[in-house]
């Protein structure tokens, strides 16, 4: 049956197809609609795990078992990941197992905009790279059969663009695999005498490896013109092919570590001009010079951003359209925290302090931008907490009293607990505030081992925050809620006051929860508001000034009430004696 599906949904469709049993990811846009679309098949084991690292481990132990296995991630999780993922390169697989990395070239949702092709390389492992969604159903289920072929683990890289757009898939059945598990100390148990051996193993692997690659259908030649040639793959295949049609010859490669040799020298041979079109780094075009060819690329195109059809048609010299404006220029929609975020009140009594505040990933980094203008620092998933101590140990007395980590529950239980351990060992006096939110919310609402639920909805374990922390050694633990501003000020007061290390828990559900129940919305008393923009400070999407006078957007506002705390004038009060 033919379907219009978005990659990721289709890729999800492909695990199912392929028979997999066992997924295991870390939220990460946009990769996160694979996992989430998995879920929905009865027949594949899903869920959340506190990070990367975890999940590619639980992977690897599902395929050892002999169940075909899933792991997927953003590219800054596969750093995370690259760990296990290095030596499974050398123990291999029993089931098939499949990593999924989706990059962000354009940072759309991301810190940087590395290029995962270089970790398929360094690793020695095969790297798929889809196009569209039907060749991303397609791909998921060839790489499960090159991962038990070639016994290794395959990784497929997603784009935004592929899995974030729609194209046609044709769906197919499931087939079931099952392998069995047998005992193999010299092949699983990577001590340094197995791992030597099995080192040359990964080395015919890839010679093996090459050799599939010249004749893979997945790497195609699309001859037309012998004047251009271009070589290309993912969606910058797609780009070339709208912008040039069939006035140039392609090679388009689904297939992109290890590549082929033989298959490029003979495309090369039929084409006049040999030009590499690839986004980010130049992979492609770096292997096709070692193979002594003539090629252009990067003196044509850029090494940042995403490309499009007309940035390749005028890297080329092509007319392009000059397209459609609009008369009227479109106002900036700068990101905001949502109305009744909870991360806003905290925000704003560490602004009051003038405190110095090291961020983490999440929404809250949102406290770095106007009004607040708060977070200083944002780095990795958990770096905060380690930076916030190693910024400490040096300023000493000149920081301890007013710098603070902020970092959410879900990057808490990610990689944040090992900062914390390191400031409870090694005694700096930090202060770490937890914004407990109780869901991950940057990535769309995720449970996480904190929320008491699992990918499902379903009660699961659920990790005591508090507890935890006393438990690696902190003394001095607080819970506030962030839309009492003097309760804040008070904790951050007194825990910088302290001379040991604190933890603050700033606790209150994401406003956006379906399971938060709203009080009625606020409205503005005009004759008591002198419009001195005090509730402005807090950066509410919901509260803007009109005529001079303060005025609440009754959609957006959740009742809250910390504007009302701001105002020196009583102006805010409840709609519900209107009711």
């Avoid at 060839?142 to 070639?150: G, H, R, T, V």
């Avoid at 050799?211 to 910058?236: F, H, K, M, Q, W």
Wanted: aromatic share 6%; glycine share 8%.
């Amino acid at each position: 049956m033919k379907e219009l599906m978005l990659g990721n949904k289709a890729l999800a469709r492909g695990l199912w197809e392929a028979g997999v049993k066992f997924v295991s990811s870390y939220p990460g846009t946009p990769s996160t609609e694979i996992t989430e679309e998995a879920v929905k098949f009865d027949d594949i084991y899903c869920e959340w795990a506190p990070n990367e690292k975890v999940a590619m481990e639980s992977a690897f132990g599902a395929c050892l078992a002999g169940k075909r296995a899933f792991c997927g991630q953003k590219h800054v999780g596969l750093n995370v990941a690259a760990d296990p993922l290095f030596t499974l390169s050398y123990t291999g697989v029993n089931a098939g197992l499949v990593v999924v990395v989706a990059d962000d070239a354009g940072m759309h949702s991301s810190q940087n905009e590395q290029d995962s092709r270089h970790y398929a390389i360094a690793a020695k492992v095969p790297m798929l790279e889809p196009s569209d969604s039907a060749e991303a159903l397609s791909f998921a289920k060839l790489a499960y059969d090159i991962s038990e072929q070639f016994d290794t683990p395959v990784l497929i890289k997603m784009c935004t663009r592929v899995a974030h757009s729609q194209s046609v898939i044709e769906t197919g059945e499931r087939v079931e695999h099952s392998t069995a598990y047998e005992k193999n100390i010299a092949k699983y148990v990577m001590m340094p005498g197995n791992a030597k051996k099995r080192h040359p193993i990964v080395e015919e692997r890839t010679r093996k490896l090459t050799d599939y690659a010249e004749t893979t259908p997945i790497n195609r030649v699309e001859l037309a013109s012998d004047e251009l040639g271009i070589i290309t793959s993912s969606t910058c295949y797609q780009y070339v092919k709208e912008a040039f049609g069939e006035s140039a010859s392609v090679l388009k490669l689904g297939m992109i570590n290890p590549l082929p040799v033989e298959l490029i020298k003979n495309f090369a041979a039929k084409v006049k001009r040999l030009v590499v079109v690839e986004e980010l780094d130049p992979v492609i075009e770096t292997h096709v010079k070692a193979l002594g060819l003539k090629v252009e690329g990067s003196e044509l195109l850029p090494r940042i951003d995403e490309f499009s059809q007309n940035l390749i048609a005028q890297a080329f010299g092509k007319k392009i359209s000059a397209g459609v404006t609009l008369s009227d220029a479109i106002p900036p929609r700068p990101p905001v925290m949502c109305a009744g975020c909870p991360h806003r009140g905290l925000f704003y009594a560490l602004k009051k302090r003038k405190c110095t505040v090291l961020g983490d990933i999440g929404c809250y980094t949102l406290g770095a931008v106007p009004p607040l203008s708060t977070i200083e620092l944002t780095l990795c998933m958990g770096a905060s907490i380690g930076a916030t101590h190693g910024f400490n140990k040096m300023l000493g007395k000149e920081s301890e009293g007013k710098t603070v980590a902020v970092i959410g529950d879900s990057t808490f239980m990610h990689s944040g607990m090992t900062g914390l351990a390191n400031v409870a060992y090694n005694q700096s006096n930090s202060t770490v505030i937890i914004l407990d939110n109780s869901i991950t919310g940057m990535t769309g609402h995720q449970q996480n081992p904190s929320t008491g639920l699992n990918i499902k909805g379903d009660p699961a374990g659920k990790i005591d925050l508090e507890a935890l922390c006393r438990a690696m050694g902190i003394n001095r633990v607080r819970v506030v809620d962030p839309y009492d501003l003097k309760a804040c000020d008070v904790a951050i007061k007194e825990e910088l006051a302290a001379a040991e290390p604190s933890v603050i828990i700033s606790r209150r559900p994401c406003a956006l929860l379906k399971t938060v129940k709203h009080k009625p919305p606020l409205k503005v008393d005009a004759d008591k508001c002198i419009g001195c923009k005090s509730c402005m400070k807090i950066g509410c999407p919901a509260i803007s000034m009109k005529d001079g006078k303060a005025v609440v957007d009754q959609t957006q506002c959740v009742g809250c009430g910390v504007c009302s705390q701001l105002c020196p004038k009583k102006a805010f009060v409840s709609t519900a004696a209107q009711a």
